[in-house]
């Protein structure tokens, strides 16, 4: 009888053991990144002030990630920033007319090995400046082609009309 209840407890023992599922966690695949474009020449973001935009980072989902790091780095000032998220998107006030690059950490389960996405980069373009060149003048007087005599003081009297949308004529 004592063989038979060792042999029952070594047989549960080990269809419980067989019938576990294996507990090591699964790593996250990397994300692919969407915005802001690889190479964009003049990225706007939104605008929030004169010397910075919003700049709204979005990558697919990665599989198996719970979270995500995202790193964007100045390349003028090779300074780095790492911000996190739980989703595919992040938003984030950069300095404008400067280049950056970005990349997305995908971090799964404890245990998981983090996986890291390619590395694209942009420019942040500055707030336009509209400035428009004046009207060409309009001759007043001498008439063109006419023969001009200077003055008693030797002097020639030149008169143009000159416009400009800006008003900004110098």
């Given at each position: 009888?004592?063989?038979?209840?060792?042999?029952?407890?070594?047989?549960?023992?080990?269809?419980?053991?067989?019938?576990?599922?294996?507990?090591?966690?699964?790593?996250?695949?990397?994300?692919?990144?969407?915005?802001?474009?690889?190479?964009?020449?003049?990225?706007?973001?939104?605008s929030i002030n004169d010397s910075q935009s919003n700049v709204d980072f979005?990558?697919?989902?990665?599989?198996?990630?719970?979270?995500?790091?995202?790193?964007?780095?100045?390349?003028?000032?090779?300074?780095?920033?790492?911000?996190?998220?739980?989703?595919?998107?992040?938003?984030?006030?950069?300095?404008?007319?400067?280049?950056?690059?970005?990349?997305?950490?995908?971090?799964?389960?404890?245990?998981?090995?983090?996986?890291?996405?390619?590395?694209?980069?942009?420019?942040?373009?500055?707030?336009?400046?509209?400035?428009?060149?004046?009207?060409?003048?309009?001759?007043?007087?001498?008439?063109?082609?006419?023969?001009?005599?200077?003055?008693?003081?030797?002097?020639i009297t030149l008169s143009w009309n000159a416009s400009d949308v800006d008003?900004?004529?110098?």
């Amino acid at each position: 009888m004592k063989k038979v209840i060792l042999l029952i407890g070594i047989f549960t023992f080990l269809m419980n053991s067989c019938s576990q599922e294996d507990s090591t966690p699964l790593n996250p695949s990397a994300a692919s990144l969407i915005s802001p474009a690889n190479e964009e020449t003049c990225f706007d973001g939104n605008s929030i002030n004169d010397s910075q935009s919003n700049v709204d980072f979005r990558w697919s989902p990665a599989i198996n990630a719970l979270s995500y790091e995202l790193l964007v780095t100045n390349l003028l000032t090779l300074t780095s920033q790492t911000f996190t998220s739980v989703t595919n998107q992040i938003t984030i006030a950069l300095n404008k007319t400067e280049p950056y690059s970005w990349s997305v950490k995908s971090i799964g389960e404890v245990g998981s090995v983090p996986s890291q996405s390619i590395e694209w980069k942009f420019y942040l373009a500055g707030d336009a400046i509209v400035n428009y060149a004046p009207f060409p003048p309009e001759l007043i007087s001498p008439p063109s082609g006419a023969n001009v005599t200077p003055d008693i003081n030797n002097l020639i009297t030149l008169s143009w009309n000159a416009s400009d949308v800006d008003e900004d004529i110098v």
